[in-house]
């Protein structure tokens, strides 16, 4: 499995509408991709103009996969003006729980 923990940091002016993009981008990822098996945003506590994502995929192809998807180009067209500062990225291999127990979750 591999996983991506994804730091995003907002334009406080925008974070109301990026949060719903956000969100269209998350549900779309699991509703709509064989190969995500989860992605989760949550809202900094002490920073709410700060999401983290993590999102886990069965395999590098379905990460590849993701980036070509239209619901994410639509997110990076729609939220491109309203990034305050590059996203940190740390690409993942996950080691527990075990890929076999992995299963892909209802969407919403």
């Known amino acids: 499995m591999k ?8 334009k406080p002016e ?25 992605f989760n945003v949550a809202q900094d506590e002490a920073d709410p103009d700060v999401l983290y994502l993590f ?6 192809d379905a990460v590849e996969t993701h980036t070509k998807t ?4 639509r997110w990076v067209e729609a939220t ?5 500062r590059p996203f940190e990225v740390a690409k993942c ?10 299963q ?3 969407a919403p």
């Open 55 to 60: 999102e886990v995929y069965r395999d590098a």
């Open 80 to 84: 491109k003006d309203w990034h305050a």
């Open 14 to 38: 925008h974070r109301q509408a990026f949060i719903v993009e956000m969100l269209k981008d998350g549900v779309g990822s699991e509703k709509n991709e064989p190969g995500c098996l989860m």
């Open 93 to 102: 291999t996950v080691l527990y729980p075990p890929d076999a127990s992995w």
């Open 70 to 73: 239209p619901h994410f180009l």
């Open 3 to 10: 996983a991506l923990a994804v730091k995003v940091f907002i």
């Open 104 to 106: 892909k979750r209802p």
